[in-house]
């Protein structure tokens, strides 16, 4: 009898907790995206336009948070690990830069009672170490993206926001199944702006580079280095075209199928021809896009240099490899690197920054990733 009454002490108590908890959450509305879910007591929600709702654990205005944005039916994920692995991961690179401190690739997670696929990506902020985990969930009614980023302390009270936001999504339009009718195209092709007007700045210039001619080496005390410049496209031009729009890609015109909602300052562009990988334009400036095809920049040569022998004595090579390792060459031993003809080939404006000052050659960084576009597309032949 004694051990039935415990018992039904425990449920009781259970079920008090279970009330108190669900007493602790507060309803959530997003009317601008069509959805409600529920926060913990205490926090502060917000929608900002591009961005989607966000739900502050601390006091509103910045991190920690967790944001929620739904997706058009139109916008679907075609392929959430890659977006996870390459498009997040490498807006944040470019972003923080050296204060960008690498990720866990996608995986499934559980969270709020679902299994989704998510990866967290560590960067650096104004001295603090930051935490952010993008996670994706797959609905028929419209994607959905979570992101939580947060500091050391606040990872209980952000990850608890987190599961609850999940947990408790719904979308409120009766209409969600309804795929809007695609806006009127223009008929406009978008193209790269012209770089012709663009001269190599020897005084304090960084740029891309592919060095050849290292056979002159020891014939001509020279090696030649081909100056490239990241194509450009105005951000206006962009952002306005329409399904049946055309835009040039490398070199090849496409026909636009959907230009995705901006996240984190980059818009997928999916095309009606067969294209093997993703297409992102990125924002570079408030007004200019650079673009991302899979893993590599496209870029247009605006110059060439005759690199002549010796270099500066405080000239440096560096070379990350696979491994994250960073070798460090002085400038005698870069050359024997060119003569051996390890690189040969290896170094293009894909993976290699050359830094001019004063009009001297004082340093040039490569990694073995990435290694670009296959050689028949680089050269501009795209099939049939």
């Avoid at 039904?8 to 079920?15: E, F, N, Q, R, V």
């Avoid at 309803?27 to 601008?32: I, W």
């Avoid at 902020?125 to 609905?139: A, D, H, P």
């Avoid at 500091?151 to 947990?167: H, R």
């Amino acid at each position: 009898m004694k051990k039935l009454i415990a018992i039904i002490l425990m449920l009781a108590l259970a079920c008090t907790a279970l009330t108190a908890l669900a007493a602790e959450l507060t309803d959530v509305t997003c009317k601008e995206m069509q959805f409600t879910t529920k926060a913990p007591a205490g926090t502060v929600a917000g929608y900002t336009e591009d961005t989607g709702l966000r739900i502050y654990t601390k006091g509103e205005g910045g991190i920690p948070y967790v944001q929620v944005f739904r997706r058009p039916l139109e916008y679907k994920f075609s392929n959430p690990q890659d977006y996870l692995n390459n498009v997040v991961r490498e807006y944040l690179e470019d972003k923080y830069g050296k204060d960008s401190q690498g990720m866990n690739p996608a995986k499934e997670m559980e969270i709020g009672g679902k299994t989704l696929l998510g990866a967290r990506y560590y960067y650096v902020l104004q001295g603090t170490k930051v935490t952010q985990i993008n996670v994706i969930e797959i609905r028929d009614a419209g994607d959905v993206e979570y992101t939580a980023k947060f500091y050391e302390g606040y990872e209980d009270i952000t990850m608890e926001t987190l599961e609850t936001a999940v947990q408790y999504y719904q979308e409120t339009d009766t209409a969600a199944a309804t795929v809007e009718e695609p806006k009127q195209a223009t008929g406009k092709t978008v193209e790269p702006m012209d770089l012709s007007w663009l001269t190599v700045n020897k005084e304090d210039g960084q740029y891309s580079v592919r060095i050849t001619d290292t056979d002159k080496i020891d014939a001509g005390g020279y090696f030649t280095a081909e100056i490239y410049f990241a194509d450009t496209y105005p951000l206006e031009e962009v952002y306005a075209l329409q399904e049946g729009d055309k835009v040039t890609v490398n070199g090849t015109v496409y026909t636009v199928d959907a230009l995705l909602p901006e996240q984190d300052g980059a818009r997928e562009l999916r095309v009606k021809e067969e294209f093997d990988g993703y297409i992102v334009f990125k924002k570079a400036t408030d007004n200019y896009l650079t673009l991302l095809i899979n893993d590599w920049v496209p870029s247009t040569k605006i110059g060439t240099e005759k690199v002549m022998l010796p270099l500066p004595n405080a000239f440096a090579f560096f070379w990350a490899g696979g491994d994250d390792e960073v070798k460090t060459y002085d400038w005698e031993s870069f050359v024997n690197l060119l003569r051996s003809g390890e690189l040969n080939g290896e170094l293009k404006q894909y993976n290699t920054l050359i830094q001019f000052k004063d009009g001297l050659v004082m340093s040039i960084g490569h990694t073995d990733y990435p290694e670009g576009p296959a050689p028949m597309i680089e050269a501009g032949w795209a099939g049939e």
